[in-house]
C-alpha cells in the first residue's frame, strides 16, 4: 500500500467497522478530503476488487485491499470532492457498478431532530421506515429508524445476503435515530433491522414504521410507496370536512374482514383442501361489503384493526405493523382502494386502533435496541396481565411521537373517517387487571396514569388542529369523567365514547318483515 494512503487509514475504525460495531460509518466510509487528496474507503465483504470511476471524467483508480475482510482504499489526486461510482468485482465473479450509499446526506434536518426528541414531529412517518426515493438523480430507499441504546444498526435483506455488516446506519447525534440511503433498492424489496445491542447480540426486527409487511408466518418488512396511488375521493373529502357528525345521521357497522366473508374452500377427491379459505383482497372486499352495508342501511363501517398482526386469533389486536395494513388481504394499495371505494359509494371508515398494549415477538419491538425502547422496563408498569402483552410507555417523547403520528398516519395516508381507540380504561388506570403490589402509584399515590391522560389530550388536540371532519372514538367501559369533555375544560378530548354495555347488551335482532325483534342476552 502506498504510503501516504497508509497513514490516512484509521486502524481502530476499519476493526470497528469490519467487526460491525459502527455506529457512524459515514464517518470513515465514502468520499472525504484530504492534504493528500480525496480519500475513498468501501467496506464490502463479499467483493475481490473495486474501481473508484469519476462520473465527470469517467476516469477510474484501483483501490488497495487494506483489509482481507473486504475493507478497500483509493487516494485520489483532485483537490475537490466529485461524484463518482463503484465498479465491484465480487467473489461470485459477477461485475457491478453501484453507487456508494456512504455518499449521500441524511434527509433529517436539524428541526426535524429537535421535534422528534421533543415528542411532536407529528409527520415523523414521512421520515422514519423505508421511503422510494431519488437522491442526486440517483434511485433508491432511504431507511431510518429509532434505536437510542443500540450499539449498531444495519438494513438487511435480499439485497445484501441478509449480511448485517453490508450496510450499517449513520447514528443522527443524539438522537437515536440511524439512517442510510441505500441505491437501487425498489418498492417490493424485503427488509429488516439488524440490531447489535451493547452487549453484542445480534438480532433481526421488523421496521416499526414500515409501510408493507410479509405475509404471516413471515415476519419481514417490505419497501412500498404510498405517493403512487391516484385517490378519487376529493370530494367526500371536501363533504366531511364541512359536516358535523354530531348533528347528521351515524349509524356504524362493525366488521372484521377476516371472518366477515371468505372464500368458497375447494377439496380434492380426498378432502384435501386445494385453495383453502382464502381471503379475498381489500377491492373484492369492498364491493360486497359497500353492497351489504348500503342495503342494511349503514352509514358507516368500523374496520376491526387492520394493522399487521401476525396472528389470525387475535383478530388484529396485537399488533406488530402500525404503519401497514395487513398483507392478508392485499397491498396498501390495495388498501387505499377500499377506502376509495367506499367514500364512492357514501359510506365513512372507522379504523379500529390499539395503542393500548403491543406483542412481545422477538422480531417486533420488544425490547428493540436490548433494552426498553416502547415499553417500561418496569413490568409492574409494562406488562399487561389480561393480554400477556406490552404497555406502551407513553411518557416517553419517541414513543408519544410513534402513536400520535400514527393515527394522523391514517388520517392522512388512508383518508380515514375515524379512529376508534381500543382498551381505553386499560391506559388510563394504573392498576387495570392487577392485584395489590403488581402495580405502582403515579406521584400523588393514586392509580391514575397520568402520562396516557396527557398522552391522549396531546392527540386529541393534534387531531382535532387538522379541521377535517375526522372523529375520534373512545372503547371505554369504566365511568371515566369527561371522556368527550373539551380538552381545554380538563376533559380527554375524543368525540364520542363507544357504548360498551348497548353493544354487549344487543347481539342479535332479526327482521319478519312487519316488525323488528331485538334478543337481548346477558353479558
Not at 445491542?197 to 419497501?223: C, H, I, M
Not at 359510506?347 to 415477538?361: K, M, Q, T
Not at 393480554?387 to 388520517?411: C, D, E, H
Not at 376533559?491 to 357504548?499: A, E, I, M
Request: aromatic content about 14%.
Amino acid at each position: 500500500m502506498d504510503k501516504a494512503l497508509y497513514d490516512l487509514m484509521d486502524w481502530a475504525g476499519i476493526e470497528e467497522l469490519v467487526y460491525s460495531e459502527a455506529s457512524n460509518p459515514h464517518n470513515m466510509l465514502g468520499a472525504h478530503m484530504t492534504e493528500a487528496g480525496m480519500l475513498v474507503q468501501a467496506f464490502i465483504p463479499t467483493a475481490r476488487d473495486i474501481t473508484v470511476k469519476i462520473t465527470s471524467t469517467g476516469k477510474t483508480y484501483q483501490m488497495e485491499l487494506a483489509d482481507d475482510a473486504g475493507f478497500f482504499a483509493a487516494l485520489i489526486p483532485r483537490k475537490t470532492m466529485a461524484d463518482y461510482t463503484l465498479l465491484v468485482f465480487y467473489d461470485n465473479g459477477t461485475l457491478g457498478e453501484i453507487h456508494d450509499p456512504y455518499s449521500f446526506a441524511p434527509q433529517f434536518t436539524d428541526a426535524d431532530l429537535k421535534k422528534f426528541e421533543a415528542g411532536i414531529h407529528y409527520g415523523i412517518y414521512n421520515k422514519m421506515g423505508a421511503h422510494p426515493m431519488t437522491v442526486k438523480g440517483t434511485a433508491g430507499v432511504y431507511f431510518a429508524v429509532w434505536a437510542p441504546c443500540a450499539m449498531r444498526v444495519s438494513v438487511v435483506g435480499d439485497f445484501n445476503l441478509w449480511d448485517g455488516r453490508r450496510h450499517q446506519m449513520r447514528k443522527l447525534g443524539e438522537s437515536g435515530i440511524f439512517e442510510i440511503f441505500i441505491p437501487g433498492v425498489k418498492k417490493g424489496a424485503v427488509y429488516k433491522y439488524e440490531v447489535k445491542f451493547k452487549n453484542g447480540d445480534p438480532a433481526l426486527k421488523a421496521d416499526p414504521y414500515a409501510n408493507y409487511a410479509e405475509l404471516r408466518p413471515n415476519t419481514a418488512s417490505v419497501v412500498w410507496d404510498l405517493n403512487e396511488y391516484q385517490w378519487n375521493d376529493g370530494e367526500w373529502m371536501d363533504k366531511r370536512a364541512k359536516t358535523d357528525t354530531k348533528t347528521a345521521p351515524m349509524s356504524v357497522y362493525e366488521v372484521h374482514l377476516g371472518s366477515w366473508m371468505r372464500k368458497e374452500t375447494k377439496t380434492d377427491d380426498t378432502g384435501h383442501v386445494i385453495t383453502g379459505s382464502e381471503f379475498y383482497n381489500y377491492r373484492e372486499i369492498a364491493k360486497k361489503l359497500a353492497e351489504y352495508v348500503t342495503d342494511m342501511g349503514y352509514t358507516h363501517v368500523e374496520l376491526m384493526p387492520v394493522m399487521e398482526h401476525p396472528l389470525d386469533a387475535s383478530w388484529g389486536y396485537q399488533v406488530t405493523g402500525y404503519y401497514a395494513p395487513t398483507s392478508r388481504f392485499g397491498t396498501p394499495d390495495d388498501f387505499m382502494y377500499f377506502m376509495d371505494y367506499m367514500h364512492s359509494q357514501g359510506i365513512g371508515v372507522i379504523l379500529d386502533w390499539v395503542p393500548a398494549h403491543f406483542p412481545r415477538d422477538a422480531w417486533g419491538m420488544a425490547q428493540f435496541d436490548g433494552t426498553c425502547v416502547y415499553e417500561h422496563r418496569d413490568p409492574r408498569k409494562g406488562s399487561h396481565p389480561h393480554w400477556g402483552t406490552l404497555i406502551y410507555n407513553y411518557g416517553r417523547p419517541g414513543v408519544s411521537n410513534f402513536l400520535i403520528a400514527n393515527a394522523l398516519f391514517w388520517a392522512d395516508r388512508y383518508h380515514a373517517d375515524g379512529i376508534r381507540f381500543d382498551a381505553v380504561a386499560s391506559m388510563l388506570y394504573l392498576d387495570y387487571g392487577k392485584n395489590p403490589g403488581e402495580w405502582v402509584a403515579n406521584i400523588y399515590g393514586g392509580h391514575e396514569n397520568l402520562e396516557a391522560v396527557e398522552f391522549l389530550k396531546h392527540l386529541n388536540s393534534i387531531f382535532k388542529g387538522r379541521k377535517d371532519g375526522a372523529i375520534l372514538i373512545a372503547e371505554e367501559s369504566t365511568a371515566w369523567p369527561k371522556i368527550t369533555g373539551s380538552v381545554k375544560e380538563d376533559g380527554l378530548g375524543f368525540d364520542y365514547k363507544w357504548n360498551m354495555g348497548w353493544m354487549n347488551g344487543m347481539r342479535m335482532f332479526s327482521w319478519n318483515g312487519s316488525c323488528l325483534i331485538i334478543r337481548f342476552t346477558a353479558g
